[in-house]
């Protein structure tokens, strides 16, 4: 067999490796990028739920003063869509504690789709003024 014709022989052997080896390594990229923004998201969640709740123990807090500090934190990432409930809604000198929670759906702000919702909830003792 001539040597040009072995080498078109195996031209469509590395044709097709290339083939079954990029498109494996092209999931494993795109799987890899979606675990990265879902890391980001819930760092950026917990940083979110920690500055509310941070604003929220602050003498003269209003529940919604802490609901804008923590969707100001996730809109640094896009999501809009966020769920912040403040408890007790109403922060008076004699609260003692103030909780936090945010969640939001997963599928609205990832790349894959889904209908799991992520959740952070902090709770903190409030600061007294004397």
């Given amino acids: 067999m001539p040597?040009?014709?072995?080498?078109?022989?195996?031209?469509?052997?590395?044709?097709?490796?290339?083939?079954?080896?990029?498109?494996?390594?092209?999931?494993?990229?795109?799987?890899?990028?979606?675990f990265c923004r879902l890391s980001m998201m819930r760092h950026t969640l917990d940083n979110a739920v920690y500055e509310a709740a941070r604003k929220s123990i602050v003498p003269g807090a209003t529940a919604a003063e802490i609901e804008s500090q923590a969707k100001s934190v996730l809109a640094t990432l896009g999501i809009s869509n966020a769920q912040v409930v403040v408890d007790p809604k109403e922060i008076t000198d004699e609260t003692d504690f103030v909780t936090v929670n945010i969640s939001f759906p997963l599928g609205e702000a990832t790349f894959i789709p889904s209908e799991s919702t992520m959740n952070r909830s902090l709770t903190m003792r409030r600061e007294r003024s004397l």
């Fill in 3 to 34: 040597i040009k014709q072995r080498q078109y022989q195996r031209l469509g052997a590395v044709t097709v490796e290339f083939a079954l080896v990029a498109s494996i390594i092209f999931v494993t990229f795109l799987a890899a990028a979606g």
